[in-house]
């Protein structure tokens, strides 16, 4: 077996003055197995389990549910800003603290700290999502971090369902049971992050 490459066959290179036959290196390299050079591509990310899948719409389900409670509880005290304005004003009075406040500019403050707090609701929401995605990328810091999350939410759906039966008022035995629902949601988020395909899952994104 000729182990040299291959030369050009053209037969002008016979011709006294043409320049030698050029080896034809991509055939030999065919020839003997070698890989043929070419651009680089980059590995194709191992798609996420079921469970994973599965465990991010969950979690898409806490968050629209702690959005909707919190959007609710400040629609609730805005409903009341006067008097929870009179009883700050009220309060701060009590410790001689109340300075040139009246219940105008205690309300104003109310109001203004409301408007603050949805702004903080939103950003939570969207960095929540985020690690969510990360989550579902593989990436087990995010994992982690939704576990505790996770955690403490379940604990408090074991409050709300103490407190359910003292609940005045349709509304507020709504938003227990959808608080409720919460903590189921975040418990079964929990148990489909921490399956045994899910786990390999999480081991093989950070061993890449």
Known sequence: MNDLPPGNNNPDSNVPGN??????????????????????????PRPAPVDIETSRHLWWGVALIGAISALYSLWTLFGVREQFAQSLLDDLAAQNAAAD???????????VMLVITV???FGFGALFLFWVERMRTGKMWARMLLTVIGSFTVFTTLVDLFAIASSAGAMNIVMSVLGIGQGVLAAGAIYLMHRRESNEYFLASKKR
Do not use: K
């Not at 406040?101 to 109001?111: P, R």
């Open 19 to 44: 320049p030698p036959p050029q080896p034809d290196w991509q055939r030999w390299e065919l020839e003997h197995g070698f890989p043929q050079s070419g651009p680089e591509l980059e590995p194709t």
């Open 101 to 111: 406040m009246t219940v105008e500019s205690t309300q104003s403050m109310v109001t």
């Open 119 to 121: 702004f903080v609701v």
